[in-house]
C-alpha cells in the first residue's frame, strides 16, 4: 500500500495520492501491469493505489482483487485481437460499487470518481458495476469491438 500526501478535491474532500498518474502511466505507455486496483484511504482523505497486477495475471486474477462488499476503482488493460487479426488493448476504468457495500462508501466513491477521473486522463472505456455480471470478460470484449 502506498501512503503520500492529500491533494484538495473541493467536492468530496478526497485527493489523489500523487503516485496515482504515474502509475497509470505505467500501465499505458510502458504496460508494466495488466491491472491496478484503487481504494480510498478515508484517514488519509484520498484514494490510493492498492494493488497492481502482473502482466502475467489473467481477468479472473483481477475479478479476485475486487471485495466483495467494498466499492473501488479499477483499470484493467484489455488486450484483444480483432476480426481483421490485429492485436490491440483497451484500458478500461471500472467504478465497482457492489449493491451490498456501505451507504457511505458508495457515497464516498461515487463523490471522489471524477477527481480520479481527471488523473487517469487517456483510458478508454468506462463501466460503473454494482455486481460481478456487469464486469464479466464478455462486457469488457463488447465493448472494445
Known amino acids: 500500500l502506498y501512503v503520500f500526501f492529500l491533494q484538495s478535491n473541493a467536492s468530496s474532500g478526497m485527493g489523489v495520492a500523487p503516485d496515482i498518474r504515474e502509475t497509470f502511466l505505467e500501465l499505458q505507455m510502458k504496460k508494466a501491469f495488466r491491472y491496478v486496483i484503487f481504494k480510498i484511504e478515508e484517514k488519509q482523505k484520498q484514494v490510493v493505489v492498492e494493488k497492481t497486477g502482473a502482466t502475467t495475471e489473467s481477468y479472473d486474477d483481477f475479478l479476485a482483487c475486487l471485495p466483495e462488499n467494498d466499492c473501488r476503482y ?72
Open 74 to 145: 479499477a483499470l484493467y488493460d484489455f488486450d484483444f485481437v480483432t476480426g481483421e487479426n490485429v492485436q490491440k488493448s483497451k484500458i478500461f476504468f471500472i467504478a465497482w460499487s457492489p449493491d451490498t457495500s456501505r451507504i457511505r462508501a458508495k457515497m464516498l466513491y461515487s463523490t471522489s470518481k471524477d477527481r480520479i477521473k481527471q488523473e487517469l486522463d487517456g483510458f478508454h472505456y468506462e463501466i460503473q458495476a454494482t455486481d460481478p455480471t456487469e464486469v464479466e470478460l464478455d462486457v469488457l470484449r463488447d465493448r472494445a469491438h
